[in-house]
């Protein structure tokens, strides 16, 4: 293992980011906001309480879900898309770097990166809503999982991206339906039991629930299938981008 | 000298199909400058790239100090600085920290002295905490050098480090690569200049058309080129060249208008005064005095065209 490798690539994209850490912190803490402000004062005072808690809190992992998902794809895959568009890559690949040396600093420095705003948003909402979170430890296991997979994901997005439309597409079009229909702001038990069923599908749903189930002790599915649902998720973008190495599509001519 | 890099048959057929690289063979010695000289296209940034893992080889090998570049990538890549012909540089780096980075990334443990004693040398110490994008072009090459350097490689590639850079900076390159050759840095640099063969390398290899040509000697090359010819043309047609001045380098024209003397531009005696008052002495008038030089382009344009048409 190359390490010094590693915590090269790690430090240099966390500088990035903390050069530019105002932004990256304003939008999500201002977006956050809006969302109490909108679904959890104005709407949550027309429904009483779902699964036991107030609305306002209920939305709290949702919400801190969304933008770790959103913020550990966009990271990866503007982190490793960047260097691909401007050709700065041709240092890595000449580099004595393997794939996995590659991959464990872009996709750690998303991953952290991702992790800070969650947790950002998380202290966000404790000044909106009263709420406790019954398994600390989990829910921080379920966050740094989450912010991995999903940096894993956005580095194969990069990787595949010809260009900034496709590196916007995959988010838009695929990962943000998916999350709000995950169960972001509402209990899949609260939907019709067709919309339960196709909700099954959906692999968003079981991280939200698992991770809902770290703040209030209650779940839309049984934790476990949680737990290997997101494992799979983490195994399958791993094997994806030791493919894209192997065969060095789209990175090597 | 112990060979440094050595490519055996090396392939590159592009995506497309087309065959970049038709089976180049290339031995490099220990701290010598190569100047690999060829025209657009020729195929030098892409051996360069198969050499150091930019693009992958289609069949053939290529070893660095006896380590295999695909089965012992770490041990071979450790030993390669690549200087890419395109600038390649992220705008808003830092020049220090861009470089820092770089060692980084081969694995080499944080050595600031060693960045500074780079960044000096390479006359970038007054912009280490600048931007990229604050640069001149000429500098931000030079932060490209110093970026294949920060792992102090044993092999550095410099593709086309001079093209479209002024003849002041070009003369600064040179000097920087006789420096880093002094520190026994071995060199490849590809380049379509031939003054730029002549003036810094050890050989010389012609690439054309994903071939290795020839690879030569410079000075040997230079002896075999450093020819030139001496046209002293007769005001009267003679047929043929008077007794008194017969010699193997002299001969007449095909019709007897001008003497065509050859010489070595780089002897000490190159005859041409004893020749023309020779000339003088035998009676014969001169209209006029010409002087051809055979060079590297001729050679050079030769060995393509003999290419093209195979
Ligand atoms: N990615 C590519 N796909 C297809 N052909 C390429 C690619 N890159 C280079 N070539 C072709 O390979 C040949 C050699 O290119 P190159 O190695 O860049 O030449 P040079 O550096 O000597 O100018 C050229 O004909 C070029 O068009
Ligand atoms: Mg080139």
Known sequence: MNWTAIKSIYVFEMARFFRT??????????????????????????IDQVEGVSYGAFIVPGLIMLSVITQSISNASFGIYFPKFIGTIFELLSAPVNFLEIVMGYVGAAATKALFIGVIILFTAFLFVDFEIQHPLAMVGFLVLTCISFALMGFIIGIWAGNFEQLQLVPLLIVTP???????????????????????????????????????????????????????????????????FRTGWRIRE | MPTILDVQNLRKAYADGFEALKGVNLQIEEGEILALLGP??????????????????????????????????RAARTLIGLVPQEINLEPFERVRSTVKFSRGLFGKAADPALIEKILRQLSLWDKRDNQIRELSGGMKRRVLIAKALAHEPRVL??????????????????????????????????????????????????????????????????KRMGKKELEVQLTTKIDEI?????????????????????????????????????VAAAGLVLSDVVTRQSSLEDIFVDLVHEGDAA
């Open chain 2, 242 to 278: 008077p007794a008194s001045l017969k010699s193997d380098a002299l001969r007449l024209n095909h019709n007897g208008t001008a003497l065509i003397y050859t010489y070595d531009t780089r002897s000490e005696r190159t005859g041409i005064t004893k020749l023309l008052s020779e």
């Open chain 2, 40 to 73: 657009n296209g020729a195929g030098k940034t892409t051996l360069i790239s198969t050499v150091c893992g930019i693009t992958t080889a289609t069949s053939g090998s290529v070893t660095v100090a006896g380590h295999d570049i695909f089965k012992d990538f």
């Open chain 2, 157 to 222: 590639f410099l593709d086309e480090p001079t093209a479209g850079v002024d003849v002041e900076l070009r003369r600064d390159m040179w000097e920087i690569v006789a420096e880093l050759k002094r520190d026994g840095v071995t060199i490849i640099l590809t380049t379509h200049y031939i003054e730029e063969a002549e003036a810094i390398a050890d050989r010389i290899g012609i690439i054309a058309a994903g071939e290795i040509l020839l690879v030569e000697d410079k000075e040997k090359l230079m």
């Open chain 1, 21 to 46: 850490m105002a932004q990256s912190f304003i939008s999500p803490v201002l977006s956050t906001s809006l969302y109490f402000v909108v679904f959890g004062a104005a709407i949550g005072s027309r």
């Open chain 1, 178 to 244: 998916l999350v709000f229909l995950g169960g972001s702001f509402y209990s899949i038990s609260m939907l019709q039991p067709v919309w339960q069923v196709i909700s099954h599908f959906n692999p968003v749903v079981y991280l939200i629930s698992g991770f809902r189930w770290s703040f209030f002790g209650t779940a839309d599915v049984p934790i476990g299938i949680s737990l290997l649902a997101i494992a799979g998720f983490t195994g399958l973008c791993l094997a994806v981008i030791w493919w894209i």
